[in-house]
């Protein structure tokens, strides 16, 4: 984990189909940026097919969510290789007004009310 010894082999861009409409129905949130997120080889399939989803046992530092990161480093950690072969998510997220915590708390379910995103 941690991107050590790691190489970029290769970039692809993904546009998956009804990808723009979605995330148009967040076109008014502001404070958008390109954030990283790094998973198992294992759900890379799904996440080609339905796009980034919170998961059922998903949970971890600060509770359900779609995890990312702004330094590729962080989700380097979160990467399971296989075969020598790893694979991350270069994204455009829309994070709106965040909601900044300085300690974990894996009991959120969401941000809370007038808030978009955790930020922690």
């Known amino acids: ?9 290769n970039v692809w861009r ?7 409409d979605r995330f148009a129905k ?7 940026r390109l954030l990283w997120h790094g998973t198992n080889v294992a ?5 080609l097919k339905s796009g980034l989803r919170i998961m059922p046992h998903s949970g971890g530092r600060v ?3 779609i995890y990312l990161a702004d330094q590729h480093e962080k ?16 994204v455009e997220a829309a994070l709106g007004r965040q909601y900044c915590i300085s ?14 995103s955790v930020l922690a």
Request: avoid cysteine; charged fraction near 25%.
């Open 63 to 65: 509770g359900r969510g």
């Open 75 to 90: 989700s380097a950690w979160y990467v399971s290789a296989s075969r020598g072969k790893a694979i991350m998510f270069l």
């Open 43 to 47: 759900v890379v399939a799904a996440i």
């Open 1 to 9: 984990g941690g991107g050590k010894g790691m190489e970029l082999r």
């Open 26 to 32: 967040h076109s008014k949130l502001s404070n958008r």
């Open 103 to 116: 300690n974990d708390d894996s009991s959120l379910t969401a941000a809370p009310t007038g808030f978009d």
């Open 14 to 20: 993904v546009d998956r189909h009804n990808e723009a």
